[in-house]
Structures are given as structure tokens and as C-alpha cells.
């Protein structure tokens, strides 16, 4: 038996744990982010006057990583990624200490340190950057501007290769000439089958059907992958799994978060807008400007003022501590989000001072919140029965009739940007306007008040700006690959990690401009290159020994399914996925226990129809606070901050969820009669046709033969219950490791 029929869920309970919180060995960019956004400022405000540089009461330091692992009169302050064993912890929480001894921490920044902890305390390097940071006042110099990511974009010339033949597009030329000069070759291609497979997932996020496989290998049509490939982007079901892909980037959710956690409302038409947009195909330049100032465009039209709802995909908090501090988090979400979707950089990290790694001013930061510093703030706009727009709501009236959510300016007096010193509200410096961050651009961003946005918009989608179609591209071959040519795809700056193919890079920048920033032009390149159609297989040694993290690209990656795809695959396989697109958010049945986890437990969440809850995953209603267990244990996306490549885990939740939870239950027991349908009933017949349903291929003698021994089995313990052997071979095949992993 291969590795591939092995239950996923078996090795799920057999295999390391691997989900384990990063720490300040090996910080994302994203808790970076976090860090210098939400946990610096809050040392620094609350905790530094008695445990910092100057002072340290009970012998206690908090402004290193290391002097609070170190602790102090009472030990370590905290337990990286345990939280309730950190005195940290318990002292804001005044468990047993009490800290701060004045004024107690408001609820929402113990939180912010809880998370920190939970997370394993990252901290960015200690070395240079913290214990000796850089002095006030950046300079922006030439070898600043020599960064690769900020250089402009030129199109390489085609490197010369010694096998031709192999080469089926300008990509595998970059690709190969790199393998050649370590003298290494690329794999073999995949099978037909494995293609069809990978395509499917990759393109549409749902598995083939065995008859669309039979059809694809039994062609002998020389452009058949060619067809494919063009067949699956005309699909509407494309937009739904690229969509979610960049509702993942922008933090999209239908809930405010915090305490009540209340609906967004109407945010639902932001994630139609975008499915919509990757179906058109939609320039990338275009959905950018319309996210960004589709309201400031000379021509309005629905979709763009639907796409302004980008603004108010955050987190919200309805009742804050400091009113005034969370307009600042507000606009620090909006700046942080844009920085990293668009620029990817992490921009945010400016707030409280100038970047301690790239080359961005703290000026910089505050000089492109004033861009933004305009808009109306998100708030309360629902009546018990409508939405309707007026001039103090978030909602704003479509061209074609009705209303969405979107954004507006402010039409009294402008509200000035200051620079903040340490990033608080209550300290600022000297006022600012709009600008782009000197390092990338010298442009004038002057003009109308009710412009900036829009100039924003446009000096970000512009072909001369170095980063955005850099970034866009690295994000699709992200997708396609498992790891962007640069590992980092949200953060393309000097703790990011530098491309691997630098010179493919631009190539395919300048490609995706040069082709009206099509994304399904990208795609075909990328899915027709001889590159995409290697075979995973590991069979070359000394690839491994040279680069066994595959950065040369001399195979394909194989990749674990995400939540949603793995779930969408569940529902195709029993017959029950339904494919009716957009509308408000679907609410899957949870249970009482995790619907107990809410403040008020089971308060907004509105148990669908049946006949609803099979629609795909992309629909389903997003809640910050309140997660659904199947999306959740398999990885999926944490919408409070963007999610550029979600992370890939094998932990035990996982292996009850597939094989006990209720979800799975439904779906095996509609398998089973779907399989009596179109079957004799007899065990064979029902083991081959669930192989040719869920694997989309014929079992072998011997899997048959395993089959029938494990239903004979399973019936004589199953009493009276006429199907349930059924039901259990069912749970079994779409728990093996072949149905959640594509080659």
C-alpha cells in the first residue's frame, strides 16, 4: 500500500505535530507586523517607565525579547505560546500580580499581549535592530533604492539552455537555465492523470470527475492540455477559487470582531464583486484602482462602488476604551493592509517609528494615511428591516438601485494627519500631507482633497510602480506552486525572502502589463509551461542534496488541499454540492459546544438550510469570533489581518473532524446512497465506483480486494444496521492522504 492510501486522518494521529507557534527564531512578516503594530507600542506606553532601559522594578526588563524570557525576581515573565503559564499575563490580568499597579490595562490590550504570547512571543532579531536601533531621522540613499524589489521593472532577455526540447514557454527557460548551471535536470512530466487532478484544484478548487479523466488521457489531440487548461479558466467556478484566494490577502470577513462581534452588513457583495471581477478577468490594475477609489472614478458604476467596501473589511470595534486611539488602529488597518496586499511591504511596522529594516520613514507611513485620513469611519447603518445610504452611513446607493457597502469622504472640514510620536493618538508632531514613500517615488501627489484617493489608486496600479505587479505575480505562482518565486509574497522588502528566479520575476511583471494586467493570461503561462506539468516525485538524489527545498523548481510541489477545497471535495463526492453563486453567507449547523464559545452563545448565527449549507466554502458566512470547526482545523484563513500563504498543519482535530464529526457523517451517508443508485449493490461495485468518485480512478486488484475484506468486516460488526459499512468505507476513502493532497 502506498504512502498516498494511507488515511490522512491516520497520519494526522501517527505524524509529529507540526503546528507549533513561531517564535523570535523564525517570526513571519505577519507577526512581525503584529508585533510593531500592537505589542511594542503597548510595552512601550504602559510597561517602560518601571521595566525598561532606565528602570527595572524586581529586577525586570521588558524591552528585549531575551530580558523578558529572562524575567526577574519572580522568574520568566512569560511561557512562549502558553499564555495562562506567563506572569506577564497574569499580572494584566491581575490573576496574581497586579500590573500596571495604577490603572488597570483595557480588556482589548490584555488581548493584544495574550495573542503575542499565544503566537511564541515573536520579536524581530535582537541583534543590531533592537539593542542598538538605528538613529532618529532615516536617510533614503541610492543603495536603499538598489533593493531588488524597488528597482524598476525591465524584461529580461531569454537565457540560452542546452535542452531546448524540454522548454514549452519563455518560463522554463529561466527555470532551466538555473537547473543547468547546477547540473541538475528537471523531472519528468506528470501523468495525465495527476495533471488532470492538479488542474482541476489548482484552477477551479474542485476535484474532476472520473469520466472528465477518462476523457483527458484518452485525447489525442496535441493541444489537449492547452484546451483544458483554457476550458477550466472560462469556468465560472475559477472566480470562486481565485476569489478566495484574494479574500484571504484583504482580511475579509462579515463580522466587526471584538465582544459582540455584530455583521458587517452587506459585506457579502465585496466577496461577489471580486469573484465576479476574477471571472471577467478584470485587469489587476483596474480592481486595484476600484478597491481603492472605484468612488473617485469620472464613470461609477456598481462595481466600483461595491469594491470601496475594501475599507471596511477590518475589525471594528463598537465600543472602544479610547475613541480616539481606535481611529488610529482603524487607519493602521486600512495603511497596514494596503501595504502588504498591493505593495507587499510591511508597512505598518513604520507606525511608532522610521522601519527598523527597510527603507520607509515614519514620515512615510503618516504621509500615505493622509490619503486615507479622509474617509468616513465604519459605523452602525441598519434599521430593522433596510439598509439605506444617508449622509452619515457606511452604505452608499448603486447607480442600477439599492445600496452596498462602501466607502465615503468626509464632507466637513478635512481632518489634518500628524505624525505620531511612538504612534499615540495622544502625542502628535508636526502635520503632513499625502506623499508616496519617498524610496519608491518622487511623484507629486498633490491635488483635490476629494481626489486622493484616487491618485493613490492609480500611482499604485501604475505599470512604472516596481512593487504591485511584482507582488501579483509572485502571489499567482504562489498559488500554483505552494511558494512564490519569493517566499515572502507579502513582504517583498529586507526581511522578506529574495526571489529565486529573480530575472523570471520581471519577465513575467512586464508580461502581465504588457497583456492589460490579465491574470488568466498569467495563468496560461504559468499552467502551460513545462515547469507546471513536472511530476512531484522524488527520484532525484542529488536534487535533494542541492536543494531539497525545491527553489530551483526541478520538480513540482505536492500540496495539501485548503480547508475549503477539501470540504468543496467532500460535497462533490457525496453528490450534494450545490453551485448556486453569491448572495449573503451561508451558516453551516455547528454545534451547541461551539456555539458556546461566543460572549452571547449562539447570538447572529443563523443555522442555514440544508440545501444551502452545500453551496462551496467560498459562501460560507465568515465570523471572526466564531469559526467553523472543518475550516478551522484544516488551516483556514485568520481574517484580522492579510493572509498571504496560510500555513499547512497535522494535528489531531484534524482526524476527528473527517472522521466523526456530524458534517462528515452527512456527506458519507449521502455518498452511500448515491453509490446504491448507480451501482448493483454489490460490495465491488460500490468499492470500485466510490474509488472512481472520490480518487477519479479505478482501484487496482489489490485496493478491491482490501475494499471488499474491510466491508465484510465492518458489516458483521454492524448489526442492523443495513448501510453503516458503507458509511465507514466511505469516511475511509476521503479520509486518505490521496483526497486531500494533489501531486
Not at 470562486?240 to 466587526?256: F, I, K, M, P, T
Not at 505575480?473 to 529574495?498: C, E, I, K, Q
Not at 515547469?531 to 523548481?553: C, F, G, H, K, M
Not at 484534524?654 to 448507480?678: G, K, P, Y
Amino acid at each position: 500500500m502506498t504512502w498516498k492510501l494511507i488515511p490522512a486522518a491516520l497520519l494526522t494521529l501517527l505524524a509529529p505535530v507540526v503546528l507549533r507557534a513561531q517564535g523570535a527564531d523564525d517570526p513571519t512578516a505577519e507577526q512581525v507586523a503584529y508585533f510593531e503594530n500592537h505589542v511594542r507600542p503597548l510595552l512601550s506606553k504602559q510597561c517602560y517607565r518601571c521595566h525598561g532601559p532606565k528602570k527595572q522594578n524586581g529586577d525586570l526588563r521588558l524591552d528585549s525579547r531575551a530580558a523578558i524570557l529572562r524575567g526577574g525576581e519572580s522568574g520568566a515573565a512569560i511561557t512562549p505560546g502558553k499564555p495562562p503559564e506567563s506572569l506577564l499575563v497574569m499580572a494584566v490580568k491581575y490573576e496574581e500580580l497586579e500590573m500596571p499597579p495604577d490603572v488597570r490595562l483595557h480588556a482589548d490590550d490584555v488581548d493584544k499581549l495574550v495573542k503575542w504570547v499565544a503566537l511564541g512571543a515573536p520579536w524581530p532579531d535582537e541583534g543590531e535592530v533592537i539593542l542598538k536601533p538605528r538613529k532618529p531621522g532615516l536617510q533614503i540613499t541610492d543603495d536603499d533604492r538598489k533593493h531588488w524589489a524597488f528597482r524598476p521593472i525591465r524584461r529580461p532577455p531569454l537565457p540560452s539552455v542546452t535542452q531546448p526540447k524540454w522548454v514549452r514557454n519563455s518560463i522554463d527557460r529561466f527555470v532551466l537555465a538555473q537547473l543547468e548551471s547546477r547540473e541538475l535536470a528537471p523531472n519528468d512530466e506528470a501523468t495525465r492523470r495527476e495533471l488532470a487532478r492538479r488542474l482541476y484544484f489548482d484552477v477551479l478548487g474542485i476535484p474532476p470527475t472520473f469520466a472528465e479523466v477518462e476523457e483527458f488521457i484518452s485525447s489525442d489531440q496535441a493541444t489537449a492540455f492547452e484546451d483544458l487548461v483554457d476550458r477550466l479558466l472560462a469556468s465560472p467556478r475559477y472566480g470562486e477559487r481565485w476569489g478566495r484566494h484574494w479574500l484571504d490577502v484583504v482580511r475579509y470577513a462579515q463580522s466587526n470582531g471584538y465582544e459582540r462581534d455584530d455583521e458587517k452588513p452587506l459585506a457579502w457583495m465585496f466577496r461577489d464583486y471580486v469573484i465576479r471581477s476574477f471571472n471577467q478577468d478584470k485587469g489587476f490594475d483596474q480592481f486595484a484602482i476600484e478597491q481603492l477609489a472605484g468612488d473617485q472614478l469620472d464613470v461609477k458604476t456598481d462595481d466600483s462602488l461595491i469594491a470601496t467596501a475594501y475599507y471596511h473589511l477590518g475589525p471594528w470595534d463598537d465600543e472602544p476604551a479610547d475613541k480616539r486611539q481606535a481611529e488610529w488602529d482603524e487607519l493602521d488597518d486600512i495603511v497596514s493592509a494596503t501595504g502588504a496586499a498591493f505593495l507587499g511591504l510591511t508597512i505598518g511596522c513604520a507606525r511608532c517609528h522610521d522601519h527598523k529594516f527597510d527603507p520607509i520613514r515614519q514620515e512615510d507611513y503618516y504621509q500615505l494615511t493622509a490619503f486615507v485620513r479622509n474617509i468616513r469611519r465604519f459605523g452602525k447603518d441598519k434599521s430593522e428591516t433596510h439598509y439605506e445610504p444617508n449622509k452619515d452611513a457606511i452604505t452608499v446607493a448603486l447607480p442600477s438601485g439599492g445600496v452596498a457597502l462602501g466607502v465615503k469622504e468626509r464632507t466637513d472640514k478635512l481632518q489634518p494627519t500628524r505624525v505620531l510620536i511612538r504612534g499615540d493618538s495622544g502625542n502628535p508632531a508636526k502635520e503632513v500631507e499625502p506623499a508616496f514613500p519617498l524610496v519608491l517615488s518622487q511623484a507629486d501627489a498633490n491635488g483635490p482633497p476629494n481626489t486622493r484617493r484616487r491618485r493613490l489608486a492609480e500611482w499604485i496600479a501604475h505599470a512604472d510602480n516596481p512593487l504591485t505587479s511584482r507582488v501579483i505575480v509572485n502571489r499567482v505562482w504562489h498559488y500554483h506552486f505552494g511558494r512564490g518565486l519569493a517566499a515572502s509574497p507579502s513582504d517583498l522588502g529586507r526581511t522578506g525572502t529574495p526571489p529565486s528566479h529573480p530575472k523570471l520575476l520581471d519577465w513575467l511583471a512586464v508580461e502581465l502589463i504588457e497583456h492589460e494586467w490579465s491574470l488568466k493570461h498569467l495563468h496560461r503561462m504559468v499552467l502551460t509551461s513545462a515547469t507546471y506539468r513536472q511530476s512531484s516525485r522524488i527520484r532525484n538524489e542529488r536534487a535533494v542534496a542541492i536543494d531539497p527545498d525545491n527553489a530551483l523548481l526541478w520538480r513540482q510541489n505536492m500540496r495539501r488541499l485548503e480547508a475549503e477545497a477539501i470540504r468543496d471535495a467532500v460535497l462533490h463526492s457525496s453528490g450534494l454540492l450545490s453551485f448556486q453563486m453569491g448572495g449573503q453567507g451561508v451558516f453551516p449547523t455547528l454545534p451547541p459546544e461551539v456555539l458556546a464559545t461566543q460572549s452571547r452563545p449562539g447570538k447572529d448565527w443563523h443555522t442555514s438550510p440544508e440545501h444551502d449549507q452545500a453551496r462551496r466554502s467560498v459562501y460560507l458566512f465568515i465570523k471572526r469570533t466564531l469559526g467553523v470547526p472543518f475550516i478551522q482545523s484544516f488551516d483556514g484563513a485568520t481574517p484580522d489581518t492579510p493572509e498571504p500563504d496560510r500555513s499547512t498543519t497535522t494535528i489531531a482535530p484534524q482526524a476527528l473532524i473527517l472522521l466523526n464529526s456530524a458534517f462528515m457523517q452527512r456527506q458519507a451517508t449521502a455518498m452511500v446512497e448515491r453509490l446504491l443508485r448507480e451501482t448493483d449493490g454489490s460490495d465491488r461495485q460500490i468499492a470500485s465506483r466510490c474509488f472512481e468518485i472520490a480518487l477519479a480512478r479505478q482501484a487496482s486488484a489489490d485496493e478491491l480486494s482490501a475494499a471488499t475484506s474491510f466491508l465484510q468486516r465492518q458489516k458483521s460488526d454492524a448489526g442492523s444496521e443495513k448501510t453503516s459499512h458503507y458509511v465507514s468505507f466511505c469516511k475511509l476513502v476521503l479520509n486518505l492522504n490521496e483526497f486531500v493532497y494533489i501531486d
